[in-house]
């Protein structure tokens, strides 16, 4: 089997200390004014050019890459005009001078992304105005002390608002964490902190997303069947308590439910989460792309698929999981009707069972897909099989997330194969498996 390799995991935790400093609140204030003026330079000085249909060649397919004449915007971006702006926006700047900087970077970013939506016929061609109160630090703004657990930020030079981190509820869950620039609101501040560790990897487990589970195939262990029912059920009962509020006309009520059904649903993914990466140390998690089976399959998405994504929210598991966990995105196109064993695709998809008409394989259509999904990245890498890979699909694992407050979280082991086969447990003890 595939040796490890070694992969970095970058994490970005977001925390905020309150602050209570009317500077802040000044500061804010004008750095808004001066990133609405840097927004409003910039705008001006947009050079909009046409760009003409084109269709290029990918993969043997033609895509369509600009659907019609359009006038692009190009962003100033020479160092002369960088300089003219800096050295306006300097003229009315009772702070030090990096805040300008930090304004101009903000300006381009916020620009940059409205330009970009623009492209995709998703913002229109209005100028952007900055609505949010907050201020982005620089780096250069920063003054860290790791021991002291202190941040401390220049206003103007020689004066400092200092912020600390120590005794906060987080203290703990960022301990060894690099702090980032941090974002200044009216009351607090925001301070991502970054991990950036080396892991092993020595595992794959390949994902299938449905809709009442995450099924998993690992060469080493097996499938393995992640139970997602709680987390319908539960929003199957808010879905209920919304609507008879809705229809009541109780907007308060309506508001409440809607934050508590969030709040239970961003814990239960964080659970899910954390237990996958406990379970499945060493491990790269693979997923299909779901941005890009939209795009694949516009039109003629089955309904089962389409369906899959109506209630559970694929996107922010994926994203929670790919924060705690190494994970990588492989292309959905046809992993629910290829064969594994030689690769025919297959038309329909009707009934429990796959039958591949050219080899005769049959197997759960349930644990197609997960199949599917791990050959594909092991093909991106270049691994070859053979028959293990047949032998390691009989073993199977299940794993269930509690959804209740504080409970552990619980993983259970569940049908031993009746070999009692030892590939899903080798090196790794999946008994009574307890978060905290
Ligand atoms: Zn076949």
């Not at 990918?58 to 002369?80: C, D, F, G, T």
Request: proline fraction near 5%.
């Amino acid at each position: 089997m595939q040796g490890s390799s070694l992969k970095t995991l970058k994490q970005v935790r977001m925390y905020p200390i309150p602050v209570s400093d009317p500077r802040v609140n000044e500061l804010i204030t004008w750095y808004l004014g001066t990133l609405q003026r840097a927004i409003d330079l910039i705008w001006e000085n947009i050079e909009w050019r046409y760009r003409f249909p084109r269709v290029e060649k990918r993969k043997r397919k033609q895509v369509v890459v600009i659907p019609s004449k359009l006038k692009a915007p190009e962003l100033p971006k020479n160092k002369s005009f960088k300089k003219r702006l800096r050295e306006e926006l300097l003229l009315d700047c009772p702070y030090a001078k990096h805040w300008v900087d930090a304004v101009v970077r903000t300006a381009y970013s916020i620009m940059e992304s409205w330009r970009k939506r623009y492209l995709k016929g998703r913002a229109r061609k209005v100028k952007p105005r900055v609505r949010r109160r907050f201020a982005r630090c620089k780096i250069t703004l920063m003054k860290v002390d790791y021991g002291e657990k202190k941040i401390r930020i220049t206003v103007r030079p020689g004066e400092y608002i200092e912020v600390s981190w120590s005794g906060r509820w987080f203290t703990r869950m960022v301990k060894g964490w690099r702090v980032g620039e941090v974002i200044l609101k009216d009351d607090r501040v925001l301070v991502p902190f970054k991990s950036t560790r080396i892991i092993e990897v020595r595992d794959v487990v390949a994902w299938d997303s449905n809709e009442l589970s995450l099924d998993g195939f690992s060469p080493r262990m097996g499938f393995i069947r992640v139970d997602l029912k709680p987390l319908q059920s539960m929003k199957i009962v808010y879905e209920g308590k919304k609507r008879i509020a809705q229809s009541k006309g109780l907007k308060d009520i309506y508001e409440k439910y809607f934050a508590r059904e969030r709040n239970r649903e961003r814990d239960f993914i964080n659970k899910l989460a954390t237990g996958l990466r406990r379970l499945f140390p060493n491990t790269i998690h693979v997923f299909e792309d779901l941005e890009k089976e939209d795009l694949v399959s516009k039109g003629k998405a089955s309904k089962s698929r389409r369906k899959r994504n109506a209630r559970t929210p694929w996107k922010l598991i994926h994203k929670k999981i790919s924060e705690k966990a190494i994970t990588v995105k492989v292309s959905p196109n046809n992993t629910s009707r290829t064969c594994p064993r030689c690769g025919c695709v297959v038309k329909t998809r009707v009934g429990r069972v796959f039958k591949c008409p050219r080899c005769g394989s049959e197997l759960d259509r349930q644990k197609l897909a997960s199949i599917n999904i791990y050959l594909k990245h092991s093909k991106m890498r270049g691994f070859s099989h053979s028959d293990d890979l047949e032998k390691t699909m009989k073993g199977e694992l299940w794993v269930g997330v509690t959804l209740s407050g504080r409970s552990p979280v619980i993983w259970i082991p569940m049908k031993r194969d009746p070999e009692g086969s030892e590939a899903k447990g080798r090196g790794l003890n999946i008994k009574q498996y307890q978060a905290l």
